[in-house]
């Protein structure tokens, strides 16, 4: 399976955008590329996901690089509620039935 | 559209004990999906069914079971408990299609004593 690699925390001032970095040097090309956050007492949700190109949706943007080696969640302007540990997923495309396997992720918090 | 609904939220139970969590998923939705999340190992995936078919399976000693019924939802099943099962279940649908996002429930914080 193959693996990411997050910091595991970063700070972000209410109403700054956020850049949340992972990297996935190991990506195959039938690698989606997907992100979840998990806010305090609740079970992850999903964020979103892409495979090659740029993608955006009300929650956030999701920045591809080139070679695929790496990724960037954007949150344009963070808020509170924002503050939530960040999972950066690879998930096979014939995928291995429904498996997906959390790191460690990356703890945001939100300075007002 | 109703999201997940795991039952029960809470849960404590005595070493020896078994014990049956359950997940209704979105409807629609084929897929459901299990994981164990604790502090030391972070979240964990348990298994997978997707039309009353275990797709895949995690790291897990057979002590851990589930299944799924015909209208996608699920039970999981975990029996002689141990004090280290104690965590919060998560289950999640999805579509099951290879690509789409999961959506997750709140989970079942489970307590062994």
């Known amino acids: 399976d193959a693996k990411t690699t997050q910091p595991n925390s970063m700070e972000s001032n209410e109403e700054e955008p956020v850049h949340l970095p992972c990297n996935h040097s190991t990506i195959s090309g039938t690698d989606y590329i997907h992100w979840y956050r998990q806010l305090p007492s609740q079970g992850p949700e999903y964020v979103i996901h892409g495979l090659t190109s740029n993608v955006n949706n009300r929650m956030a943007s999701l920045a591809i690089a080139e070679d695929r080696k790496s990724s960037t969640l954007i949150l344009h302007r963070a808020t509170l509620r924002d503050a939530a540990v960040y999972y950066c997923?690879?998930?096979?495309?014939?995928?291995?039935?429904?498996?997906?396997?959390f790191g460690q992720g990356t703890e945001l918090s939100v300075k007002p | 559209k109703a999201g997940v609904t795991q039952t029960p939220r809470y849960l404590i139970k005595t070493r020896g004990q078994q014990v049956t969590l359950s997940c209704s998923p979105i409807?629609?939705?084929?897929?459901v999906s299990w994981y164990q999340q604790t502090p030391g190992q972070g979240l964990q995936f348990l298994f997978e069914?997707?039309?009353?078919?275990?797709?895949n399976k995690g790291n897990f000693p057979g002590r851990f079971s589930g299944r799924q019924f015909s209208n996608s939802r699920s039970e999981m099943n975990v029996s002689t408990l141990e004090l280290g099962d104690s965590a919060l279940y998560l289950c999640a649908s999805s579509l099951g299609t290879g690509y789409d996002g999961y959506t997750f429930g709140s989970g079942t914080r489970l307590t062994v004593v």
């Open positions: 069914y997707f039309s009353e078919t275990q797709r």
């Open positions: 409807s629609g939705h084929r897929s």
């Open positions: 997923i690879l998930r096979p495309l014939y995928n291995q039935g429904g498996k997906l396997i």
